[in-house]
């Protein structure tokens, strides 16, 4: 079975600075891997997927993660904060068609000026 | 192309109530899934359904029916309301690997 643990239950930075949000997944087979972003009292959006090719995956909003196979990573950047960041991040992974969709506990991104 | 819907959006039940969760979705996806979002456990799945007809157990079904007619509904029952069900609920369906989320309903059992 596939597990997720996203390292960090709350992240805080500064308006500009990098964020950088920690994924890791435990996956017996390759898996295809997402980040979710969930603004308060709304469901959940689609930040971006990584399924198969290019290891360094870009998304919206200026979000990029890069699958790191060896280190069973899948961690979340941006390079400089914006206030409308400020969210709750979550990485998911799945391993086939018919899997589940299993996400980790969540990350909330706190930004300050 | 309205994507996932869900009805209602906010319920206040009472212990021991029973209540129908609304799901559809208008995209002709197989894989459709409920999970419940509470703080600090990030979403877990109830219960998902390959197809219609086709319905199996998630990591916390205990509490929690579901049924699949056809490929459009999937609807979420709480036979017998508890406080320990208060939690958001969401419904998502899928196509291959990209699943799409509904907007969610917030429950409350007192």
């Known amino acids: 079975a596939q597990s997720v643990t996203q390292l960090g239950s709350h992240v805080s930075v500064s308006e500009g600075a990098l964020v950088l949000l920690r994924c890791n997944y435990s996956?017996?087979?390759?898996?295809?891997l997402f980040w979710y972003v969930q603004y308060p009292n709304q469901g959940l959006q689609l930040l971006l997927k990584?399924?198969?090719?290019?290891?360094l995956v870009k998304g919206i909003n200026g979000f990029e993660a890069e699958f790191k196979k060896s280190e069973t990573s899948f961690h979340l950047t941006k390079p400089s904060a914006h206030m409308s960041d400020a969210a709750e991040y979550f990485c998911?992974?799945?391993?086939?068609?018919?899997?589940?969709?299993?996400f980790g506990k969540g990350t909330m991104l706190l930004v300050s000026p | 192309n309205a994507g996932v819907t869900q009805t209602p959006k906010f319920q206040v039940l009472k212990t021991g109530q029973s209540m129908t969760l609304q799901c559809a979705q208008d995209?002709?996806?197989?894989?459709m899934s409920w999970y419940r979002q509470d703080p600090g456990m990030g979403l877990r799945l109830i219960h998902y359904?390959?197809?219609?007809?086709?319905?199996d157990q998630g990591e916390v079904p205990n509490g929690y029916n579901v049924s699949r007619s056809t490929t459009e509904d999937f609807p979420l029952r709480l036979l017998s309301a508890a406080p320990s069900q208060t939690s958001v609920y969401f419904c998502a369906s899928r196509d291959s690997y990209e699943q799409y989320f509904g907007p969610g309903t917030r429950l409350t059992v007192t």
């Open positions: 359904s390959v197809g219609a007809g086709i319905t």
């Open positions: 990584y399924t198969t090719g290019a290891t």
């Open positions: 996956s017996s087979v390759p898996p295809y």
């Open positions: 995209m002709n996806h197989e894989y």
């Open positions: 998911a992974v799945i391993v086939g068609r018919y899997s589940t969709l299993t």
